[in-house]
């Protein structure tokens, strides 16, 4: 922190001594810009900015992270962004709001770009979205793409994701899926089939086949997975609540409400007053 101080006083420095007094004023005055904390407006400017992609794809990753970033009008910016945006890292970024928004208003338009998008980066952000957007005829989608899509991430996370249905229709197809050249697409499939029914058959296509057709309830011994939203708070936020929660935990075992506060001594020593 020190060495970045110096390092401004020298540039200011330089600076005035050339006589550049705007230059001065401009250099702070982009420094403030730089570090002034963003709002939700400011994302969603950048969301709209038809020059740089980045800038869109950005604006929406850091608008999603916010109580703004959630609301129906957002949300409607996400879904036009998916069907109409040029850059497939900025579709991607609005699927990826989508599911974390977990906005119902949004399934159409995953179910859509999922089946029709050129790009495998955004039908695979597409796929995962779906784990927590889930309309009713998504199993069908998933299961089509698990089986045929080209690209073995997206068939990956169709596998991953239909463990949070709970349909028999979509039993087939993972078992089917088990045949896959790909190891980790056939690792999905097992763990998602695990989970649903309660059985394992290892990767065995043919036991796995022969026990569906002679078990009237697959699903019994097993249950969709619950979805658990990810989160959204940066590194900072969590390391803050973290040491609040094992704080309060600490509280609750002594009986304190309020610690006293920590002071040092002149060895440097932390003591409680």
């Known amino acids: 922190m020190i060495q970045i101080a110096r390092l401004m006083i020298l540039i200011w420095i330089a600076l005035s001594v050339g006589g550049c007094k705007s230059s001065v004023d401009q250099f702070f005055a982009d420094l403030d810009k730089k570090f002034k904390p963003k709002t939700p407006r400011d994302y969603v400017k950048q969301m709209l900015n038809v020059r740089d992609a980045d800038q869109r794809r950005e604006g929406i990753d850091e608008l999603i992270k916010t109580p703004t970033g959630r609301i129906e009008a957002s949300v409607r910016i996400y879904i036009l962004i998916l069907k109409s945006d040029r850059d497939a890292q900025v579709r991607s970024a609005a699927a990826r709001a989508l599911g974390l928004a977990r906005a119902p208003q949004g399934g159409p338009a995953l179910l859509r770009a999922l089946s029709k998008d050129r790009s495998g980066l955004v039908r695979l952000e597409c796929a995962k979205a779906l784990a927590a957007v889930r309309p009713l005829d998504a199993p069908k989608s998933l299961t089509k ?116 506060p920590i002071r040092s001594d002149r060895y440097g020593t932390n003591k409680h007053e």
């Open 145 to 260: 793409h698990l089986t045929g899509d080209p690209d073995k991430d997206v068939r990956m996370a169709c596998a991953r994701t239909l463990v949070y249905y709970g349909d028999r229709e979509i039993l087939q197809p993972l078992i089917t899926a088990l045949g896959d050249p790909e190891f980790g697409v056939v690792y999905e499939a097992h763990t998602t089939l695990k989970q649903l029914t309660g059985q394992s058959f290892n990767d065995d296509p043919a036991r796995w086949h022969i026990w569906l057709t002679k078990t009237s309830d697959p699903l019994a011994g097993g249950a969709p997975a619950k979805y658990s939203p990810p989160d959204l708070r940066s590194w900072w936020d969590k390391v803050l609540g973290k040491n609040a929660e094992i704080q309060k935990r600490k509280n609750a075992e002594t009986g304190t409400t309020n610690p006293a």
